[in-house]
């Protein structure tokens, strides 16, 4: 096991996973630098959903999957098209985002699952999916919680939407993470002949998760029987879970009820991030084109100089050239893409109001952090003062950097329960690893912002002898002028 976990520190397969936005914009690049409006659409898309995943563990998640048709081997075949990739291959591409055996063997159920999707969408039916987490006949915890397969029950539901010929066009793709649902919860259920389904499915075995999974193909209903989609399957789970486990029976109560309050507001957050998001990996595929960072990274950067941990500020300063201009490769822009998914999960955990991640925070930063979210959109709104926008910007990351935020985990409890384990093995969860990493100094910790003497970078700096410079090798004017949202070197 140790081996595996030594593969999850994997500088690459980090990368990977954080510049997968970035790399589907760089697929359909020109020379422009721009990308079809199609292709940010769909990414803003996958980045809504990632939102919800980082900082809205409640909120059910929908995006709407083209259907296309397709001559394959002399037949007609139909498939379910997103980012330019089949349903089939997307799940098969999944495979790159592990490293472990167990992991796989769940790919090897989830590209089937597809394809039978692909082939079975039709109006009136809904087909359920249910991943369970790993069970530990599947792994050990840590390794499930290495894949990030560890704490959430995954319930995916497909429907078919239709043109007014009646002819399929799209799926519907609803997907819900939820947590504490003991695995033998589900195996009572698929057992009982009287649950949803109205009969006892077939389990292979009741210990590993993957029995469940291969389920998929006997699990359609009517859609009537899914109202909510896959809260509904939630609800259904819930008696098994109550004749199992008391505590879990209150822990999921809560969670259902949760599923069902805000979610219109959760999707407004999670379209709203999801933009916000896809801007920034342009930025970050811009600049992986051109090898320079785009002004947008630039100001990133320099608006929070003054809280980048110690290696973080080692690769931005090896990638740092004059006039506060910074190369960009795959190594640096990992470390942004890392940094932004912080900030955007912190930011919207405090403004969905995700306790558990948020409990350390006080009221009034919660206030002000609410107040700098919403006056942005506005001024996105009334008309594009950039120096504006990145100033309120360069205030929110300075408050959130000052708060203990636990965004990235989906269910209340996971980040405490996961640092003693995790610690055992030399990982430690509040810092994060990997593609979790946290790429700025903790709140907690004594290291202070300094300055040093030495030379301003930016060569219209007023003070550009010897002087005293902060961390980015910028003089407190010319960070100044970047923290009030101008540009010094213009
Ligand atoms: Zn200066």
């Not at 799209?170 to 819900?176: D, N, V």
């Not at 949760?258 to 811009?286: H, I, M, P, S």
Request: with cysteine; hydrophobic share 40%.
């Amino acid at each position: 096991m140790s081996e595996s976990l030594e593969t999850y520190r994997n500088p690459e397969l980090a990368e990977r996973r954080l510049l997968t936005e970035p790399d589907h914009f760089l697929d359909y690049m020109d020379d422009q630098l721009n990308v079809p409006e199609w292709v940010f659409r769909d990414v803003a898309q996958n980045r809504s959903t990632a939102s919800c995943e980082i900082a809205m563990p409640d909120a059910v998640t929908t995006t709407l999957h083209e259907v296309e048709y397709r001559m394959e081997e002399g037949r007609r075949r139909r498939v379910i098209v997103w980012m330019g990739y089949t349903a089939t291959q997307m799940a098969e591409g999944g495979r790159l985002f592990h490293f472990s055996a167990p992991a796989f063997d769940r790919v090897d159920i989830e590209v089937p699952a597809a394809g039978f999707v692909e082939e079975n969408l039709r109006p009136g039916v809904a087909q359920p999916f249910v991943s369970p987490a790993m069970t530990r006949a599947d792994a050990s915890l840590a390794l499930a919680r290495a894949e990030h397969l560890g704490d959430d029950d995954s319930l995916q539901v497909s429907t078919a939407v239709t043109n007014r010929h009646g002819e399929v066009t799209h799926r519907k793709f609803q997907s819900l993470l939820v947590c504490g649902i003991p695995f033998p919860a589900w195996v009572a259920m698929f057992k009982d002949p009287g649950n949803i389904f109205g009969r006892s499915l077939p389990l292979r075995d009741e210990i590993h998760a993957t029995s469940v999974m291969e389920l998929f193909a006997q699990m359609e209903l009517p859609v009537e029987m899914l109202p909510e989609g896959p809260i509904s399957l939630v609800a259904a789970v819930l008696p098994y879970v109550q004749r199992i486990d008391q505590k879990a029976y209150e822990s999921v109560s809560e969670q259902l009820v949760r599923f069902r309050t805000r979610q219109e507001f959760y999707a407004k957050e999670a379209e709203r991030a999801g933009v916000e998001w896809a801007q920034f990996d342009l930025e970050l595929a811009r600049s992986l084109r051109t090898g320079v960072a785009t002004d947008a990274l630039r100001f990133f950067i320099l608006q929070n100089g003054h809280d980048w941990s110690e290696e973080s500020l080692r690769i931005l300063n090896a990638h740092e050239l004059d006039d506060a201009v910074y190369t960009v490769d795959r190594e640096l822009a990992a470390l942004l893409a890392r940094a932004k998914q912080k900030l955007l999960g912190d930011k919207l955990c405090v403004v969905t109001d995700n306790e558990a991640a948020i409990e350390g925070v006080d009221q009034d930063v919660r206030d002000q952090i609410k107040i700098n979210h919403n006056s942005i959109a506005q001024i996105y709104n009334e008309g594009y003062d950039l120096g504006r926008i990145r100033q309120l910007e360069a205030q929110q990351y300075a408050l959130l950097h000052q708060q203990v935020i636990r965004s990235g985990g989906g269910c209340s409890g996971n980040v405490k329960t996961a640092f003693n384990e995790l610690q055992r093995h030399g990982l430690n969860e509040l810092g994060g690893v990997g593609e979790n990493d946290n790429p700025f100094k903790s709140a907690e910790s004594s290291a202070k912002w300094t300055w040093k003497p030495g030379n301003c970078r930016v060569k219209k700096c007023p003070s550009p002898k010897p002087t005293e410079v902060g961390p980015c090798s910028v003089c407190r004017h010319c960070q100044r002028e970047f923290d009030a949202g101008r540009d010094p070197t213009k």
